[in-house]
């Protein structure tokens, strides 16, 4: 195996496009809406967007796909310029273009036109997929695969080969390492029926066996993924959490993650777990439409922090009219009051996002010995509650700052407070926020659970 060498992506280049405006009247023509387009974005789509998540998850990247003389292939060109290198097949036709035309961020209709084949690979091409440490193919059903298709079986015995499906392309190439389609595709290409767990496993345990694969990995979008392999129990690996935005890409955003977690060395169950979090995440930032996706990262820049969800979440949010709800805290060790608190919150707007003391502050602010649990569990279990929609730490001794860059509309504490003399209170003002107290638990606090842990291990 070559451990120094590239991630290479063969697949099929798209162009996607979203037009997005407002529709608020019907067509006099036709009972269809009308959209006021405000915005019109367009971006790498299919592989092209499956190698540039794999760039922002770092190390280098190479594409091979199809490129014409075309308009639509010089924007794509262009935008992957500097996040990965291209080794060009010929196109005989025109980069295919998607284009989603979106009123409130919700599609209305999706109008698709040109297309071409694929030609056959130079000495270039074969060369840069001969040095690959790990490959992944994003087949998207128009020929890039099918022209690799000799090269690629070379590959799958020497490097990982995750290979993402099409129910219009041809099959995996044997060894594939991993194989992921997702629940629609698995039942368009086998004959086993129902929706069922049983069913999905049944499914790729089939097909693994049909493809000669050593994994498929059936994607279940918020369910999370099922990982099988013949004669073995299938594995769910679900989500860390619930996803709330456009899942659009996940199923790229998923296959780029696995390919880089199986290059680095990961085992598949390892590799899974990694990429539902990373495809959460995708969704929950916005997914393939969001705009600083495809801002420049800096030097030494995989991709946004792991608070970005939390800014994201709450500019869709305010886009759309809504009313975005924070509330914060320690959370050191999560008892009835927090969650009592935290589902009362949640009820208030459109989503919650919960700010906590980083394992500094929280030291600084109930001394030593504190935190009982370190940062990234409190966040987890946090994140994994029904009514909490994002969660982002903040190393201050207060959140002001953070709330500063959040501007939520309401602040929700729990107890005996009087609002109007929270220290967020006069912050939210700036911006015409609202703080409010919520009735708390009363005997519930981590501190008094924190002391009849240790008086009852003191009595054993």
Same mark, same amino acid.
């Given at each position: 195996?070559?451990?120094?060498?590239? &991630?290479?992506?063969?697949?099929? &280049?798209?162009?996607?496009?979203?037009?997005?405006?407002?529709?608020?009247?019907?067509?006099?023509?036709?009972?269809?809406?009308?959209?006021?387009?405000?915005?019109?974005?367009?971006?790498?789509?299919?592989?092209?967007?499956?190698?540039?998540?794999?760039?922002?998850? %770092?190390?280098?990247?190479?594409?091979?796909?199809?490129? %014409?003389?075309?308009?639509?292939?010089?924007?794509?060109?262009?935008?992957?310029?500097?996040?990965?290198?291209?080794?060009?097949?010929?196109?005989?036709?025109?980069?295919?273009?998607?284009?989603?035309?979106?009123?409130?961020?919700?599609?209305?209709?999706?109008?698709?036109?040109?297309?071409?084949?694929?030609?056959?690979? %130079?000495?270039?091409?074969?060369?840069?997929?001969?040095?690959?440490?790990?490959?992944?193919?994003? #087949?998207?059903?128009?020929?890039?695969?099918?022209?690799?298709?000799?090269?690629?079986?070379?590959?799958?015995?020497?490097?990982?080969?995750?290979?993402?499906?099409?129910?219009?392309?041809?099959?995996?190439?044997?060894?594939?390492?991993?194989?992921?389609?997702?629940?629609?595709?698995?039942?368009?290409?086998?004959?086993?029926?129902?929706?069922?767990?049983?069913?999905?496993?049944?499914?790729? $345990?089939?097909?693994?066996?049909?493809?000669?694969?050593?994994?498929?990995?059936?994607?279940?979008?918020?369910?999370?993924?099922?990982? !099988?392999?013949?004669?073995? $129990?299938?594995?769910?690996?679900?989500?860390?959490?619930?996803?709330?935005?456009?899942?659009?890409?996940?199923?790229?955003?998923?296959?780029?993650?696995?390919?880089?977690?199986?290059?680095?060395?990961?085992?598949?169950?390892?590799?899974?777990?990694?990429?539902?979090?990373?495809?959460?995440?995708?969704?929950?930032?916005?997914?393939?439409? *969001?705009?600083?996706?495809?801002?420049?990262?800096?030097?030494?820049?995989?991709?946004?922090?792991?608070?970005? #969800?939390?800014?994201?979440?709450?500019?869709?949010?305010?886009?759309?009219?809504?009313?975005?709800?924070?509330?914060?805290?320690?959370? #050191?060790?999560?008892?009835?009051?927090?969650?009592?608190?935290?589902? *009362?919150?949640?009820?208030?707007?459109?989503?919650?996002?919960?700010?906590? *003391?980083?394992?500094?502050? &929280?030291?600084?602010?109930?001394?030593?010995?504190?935190?009982?649990?370190?940062?990234?569990?409190?966040?987890?279990?946090?994140?994994?509650?029904?009514?909490?929609?994002?969660?982002?730490?903040?190393?201050?001794? !207060?959140?002001?700052?953070?709330?500063?860059?959040?501007?939520?509309?309401?602040?929700?504490?729990?107890?005996?407070?009087?609002?109007?003399?929270?220290?967020?209170?006069?912050?939210?003002?700036?911006?015409?926020?609202?703080?409010?107290?919520?009735?708390?638990?009363?005997?519930?606090s981590t501190t008094s659970l924190a002391d009849r842990a240790a008086r009852a291990a003191a009595e054993r």
């Open positions: 195996m070559n451990s120094s060498g590239p &991630l290479v992506v063969v697949g099929d &280049l798209l162009l996607d496009e979203d037009i997005e405006g407002d529709a608020t009247r019907l067509a006099p023509d036709a009972p269809v809406p009308v959209v006021e387009a405000a915005t019109r974005r367009s971006r790498p789509g299919g592989a092209g967007l499956a190698a540039a998540l794999a760039a922002r998850y %770092g190390g280098e990247v190479v594409l091979i796909t199809a490129l %014409g003389r075309d308009a639509a292939s010089d924007t794509a060109r262009r935008a992957l310029r500097d996040r990965v290198a291209l080794a060009e097949l010929p196109l005989d036709g025109t980069l295919p273009v998607k284009t989603r035309v979106l009123a409130a961020g919700r599609p209305v209709v999706r109008i698709d036109r040109g297309g071409g084949t694929p030609g056959a690979p %130079g000495s270039g091409v074969l060369a840069a997929l001969a040095s690959a440490r790990a490959v992944l193919v994003a #087949d998207y059903g128009r020929g890039t695969a099918d022209v690799l298709r000799t090269a690629l079986a070379s590959a799958a015995p020497r490097v990982p080969l995750v290979w993402d499906p099409h129910p219009r392309g041809g099959p995996p190439v044997p060894g594939a390492r991993l194989v992921t389609p997702n629940a629609s595709e698995a039942t368009a290409l086998c004959a086993v029926v129902g929706s069922s767990l049983r069913a999905h496993a049944g499914r790729g $345990a089939d097909l693994a066996g049909r493809w000669a694969a050593g994994s498929v990995c059936v994607t279940l979008g918020e369910r999370g993924a099922l990982l !099988t392999r013949p004669g073995s $129990a299938p594995v769910l690996v679900p989500p860390p959490y619930r996803a709330s935005g456009d899942p659009c890409g996940a199923g790229d955003c998923f296959a780029a993650a696995v390919a880089c977690a199986l290059a680095d060395g990961a085992l598949p169950e390892e590799a899974v777990v990694r990429a539902v979090a990373e495809a959460a995440a995708f969704v929950n930032a916005g997914g393939a439409g *969001n705009p600083g996706l495809w801002e420049p990262a800096g030097p030494g820049d995989a991709g946004p922090p792991p608070s970005s #969800d939390a800014f994201e979440l709450a500019r869709r949010v305010h886009a759309r009219g809504g009313t975005v709800v924070a509330t914060g805290g320690c959370f #050191d060790l999560l008892h009835a009051g927090h969650v009592g608190l935290l589902e *009362n919150a949640g009820r208030i707007g459109d989503c919650l996002i919960v700010c906590v *003391n980083s394992d500094a502050s &929280l030291t600084r602010l109930k001394g030593p010995g504190r935190p009982l649990n370190p940062l990234a569990d409190r966040m987890r279990v946090l994140g994994a509650l029904g009514s909490v929609d994002a969660v982002v730490s903040f190393e201050e001794d !207060t959140p002001v700052r953070l709330l500063e860059a959040l501007r939520p509309d309401v602040w929700v504490k729990g107890g005996d407070y009087a609002a109007d003399d929270l220290p967020e209170a006069e912050v939210l003002r700036k911006w015409d926020g609202q703080a409010v107290v919520l009735p708390y638990l009363d005997g519930r």
